[in-house]
């Protein structure tokens, strides 16, 4: 067997027998046609799914959140579409359910789901955007806000277009049970919003039972991708059979027992991912901030519903899991301006959004969920409780805080370490899931709400594969790069092969008023790394001790777009000044330019400062001053 056999049958067996197990036979049933057996395609009559509904008093709003709001709702009127919460595309009104905007390819409408290739013509994703139904609860609060019949109008016009060119289980839209649970959630959520979650219209109700119905054949696929497909599609199966169990008048006695087992089925693969993804110190399996918020998004749908429909508390345990990721997505989330590192994949997700605060803002996330599932504000009040307000919930609980101290995830592989107005997130090798990118001991430095030091992020999933490479392997990320390969064997799209595990991980050390962490590793090939890390005042020391390549090491500093300055050794620039310092010989040292994409299918230029020696035992000191 060939090496690269080799890497990828370890692989497997880290991906776990089970969890093969069940994507082959997804993939099988795909093949031999069994889901279109399972899930024939139906066409099906509507009328309006949301009846016009009575006059509902508005949740008391900022007049900049009211505004951004009607914006945002008129352009959709204009057809205007904003993709992954960032970027406008006038796309019709009603969309074109098939077309990606940002290269102009279309899809194929026709066909089953289970014999469409998703990375074909276009970025199924963007086709995928505008079927979210993100739309839905837009438009119930810009009705709501101002009593504008017009946006009840289009959400059912909207609603009528799409159900007409996607009839069930035909076509890209219905390709993945994900992409149905957030349809899911969405519907959901505009029901509450407009008072009709208990009378819904029976096209409603028939439009959810669909969707769970296209859920259920596939959930054990998602369970075996240990990520936010299974959490995304339990909770959709809860939901959604817990919606369909409460509405009046009261379903048939046979779609009632099925209801009943979408949601106890729901339930309990939700309790089980939780338990099994979410580590106890908060981590979650993706090792990406923005999957987290996904999940956390979620976790908090699954909560107000759950009160809503008085049901049964889950355990204890899931639970404190779920606290635990509140708590992980808060210690990384920069206080004051809700950003956050851009760390992992990145896909532009931002899930059951209600407020109008910017897509890189994580404190609606966190805000929402710390009152949901810690009866406490992290946060002074702010545009991040609009969330709150929606959903009928008191904004009045204690304010409590964060605590700021420096922390370690051991489990998920990360160090937070906190100094005055700066801190730093450092990513190590704790893989018990598939990593997505090979950013061992990346460092990500904050200064006053300033990403100083940056993460490149991911651009797209369905890209040429040089852009690809670049996003998620090593280049992308501020650490060392041996011999101008990644840190792991690339084995596919979503794959890394030979997963890294530490050779050292230390505590956090306080000593004198400084704080420091060290960690090392060795790649396949037996370049060994060792970063260690201290900060006091406004000073940040990285130490890089590098062994073992063959040719050429490159130390990468990724900097906040500025004019950085370099003269010899010495980079200066508007908030930080770097110098680095090395006993090896200096092949070159260069700022030249770099890729990142802070919102998926963009990418923008910045400085990266290249720093490269050649074979050896060496150490390279960098030192940064930020200043005010």
């Given amino acids: 067997m060939s090496s690269l056999g080799i890497v990828k049958l370890k692989t497997y067996r880290k991906l776990g027998f089970t969890s093969v197990t069940r994507v082959a036979a997804y993939r099988t049933a795909c093949k031999i046609g069994l889901y279109g057996l399972l899930l024939p395609i139906r066409n099906w009559d509507n009328g309006s799914l949301f009846y016009a509904p009575e006059p509902l008093p508005a949740p008391s709003i900022s007049p900049e959140s009211r505004t951004i709001l009607l914006e945002r709702a008129e352009a959709l009127l204009l057809g205007n579409m904003s993709y992954f919460s960032d970027e406008m595309k006038q796309v019709g009104s009603p969309p074109d359910w098939f077309l990606d905007p940002f290269s102009g390819n279309r899809l194929s409408p026709g066909g089953h789901w289970s014999k469409l290739n998703e990375f074909s013509a276009a970025d199924i994703k963007t086709v995928w955007e505008a079927s979210r139904f993100e ?55 505009g029901s509450f919003l407009l008072g009709a ?25 998602a369970v075996a991708q240990n990520n936010n497909h299974g959490t995304s599609e339990a909770a959709a199966l809860y939901l959604g059979g817990n919606w369909l169990l409460g509405v009046d008048p009261p379903i048939p006695v046979t779609l009632r027992r099925q209801a009943r087992q979408w949601r106890d089925l729901g339930r309990t ?48 345990s899931y639970t404190e899991r779920c606290q635990a990721a509140v708590e992980w997505l808060a210690q990384v989330t920069d206080a004051d301006t809700g950003d956050a590192p851009n760390l992992g994949a990145n896909d532009g997700a931002r899930l059951y959004d209600l407020s109008s605060t910017s897509y890189r803002d994580f404190r609606p996330t966190v805000q929402l969920a710390s009152l949901l599932f810690n ?52 990513r190590f090798a704790r893989f018990q899931f598939r ?5 061992c001991l990346h460092l990500d430095l904050w200064h006053m709400g300033l ?33 101008g390969r990644n840190q792991m064997p690339r084995l596919g799209r979503f794959l890394f092969g030979d997963w890294l595990s530490m050779s050292e991980c230390g505590g956090i050390e306080k000593y004198d008023g400084s704080v420091s962490w060290s960690g ?34 490159v130390l990468r500093w990724r900097l906040l777009p500025d004019r950085w300055q370099l003269e010899d050794n010495v980079c200066s620039g508007s908030y930080a000044q770097l110098n680095v310092i090395t006993d090896a010989p200096v092949k070159r040292i260069e700022l030249v330019t770099g890729w990142e994409s802070l919102h998926y299918q963009q990418k923008t230029e910045l400085p990266v400062l290249e720093f490269e020696v050649g074979p050896g035992q060496w150490t390279i000191e960098t030192d940064i001053i930020l200043k005010d």
């Fill in 269 to 316: 693969l939700l309790e089980e991912r939780v338990l099994h993804l979410v580590a106890v110190d908060g981590s979650f399996s993706q090792y990406s901030v923005n999957y987290h918020r996904v999940l956390v998004d979620t976790l908090c749908q699954v909560e107000v519903w759950r009160q809503e429909y008085g049901d049964k508390p889950f355990s204890r």
């Fill in 197 to 221: 979650h208990h009378r819904p219209s029976p096209p409603l109700v028939a439009l959810i039972e669909l969707h769970c119905s296209r859920i259920r054949p596939t959930i054990q696929y």
């Fill in 135 to 189: 739309w839905v609860p837009l438009l119930a609060r810009a009705w709501r806000v101002s009593g504008d019949i017009r946006y009840i109008d289009t959400l059912n016009q909207w609603l009528h277009d799409w159900v007409l060119h996607n009839p069930s289980n035909a076509g890209p839209n219905w390709k993945c049970g994900q992409e149905a649970s957030i349809r899911t959630v969405n519907l959901m959520l």
């Fill in 520 to 553: 090392a590793y060795y790649d396949r090939q037996k370049a060994w790394h060792r970063r260690t890390v201290t900060v006091k005042d406004a000073c940040w020391k990285i130490i890089d001790e590098i062994d073992g390549y063959k040719e050429c090491a």
């Fill in 435 to 439: 990593p997505s990118h090979a950013d």
């Fill in 375 to 426: 009866k406490c504000r992290v946060y002074a009040a702010g545009p991040w409780d609009e969330p709150l307000r929606w959903l009928g919930r008191d904004c009045g609980h204690e304010f409590f805080g964060l605590n700021r101290n420096s922390v370690i995830h051991d489990q998920g592989g990360d160090v937070v370490l906190n100094c005055g107005s700066s801190h730093a997130l450092i």
């Fill in 451 to 483: 990403n100083i030091l940056r993460d490149g992020g991911t651009y797209s999933y369905n890209t040429d594969p040089q852009l690809l490479d670049y996003f998620s392997g090593s280049r992308s990320h501020n650490t060392v790069q041996f011999d």
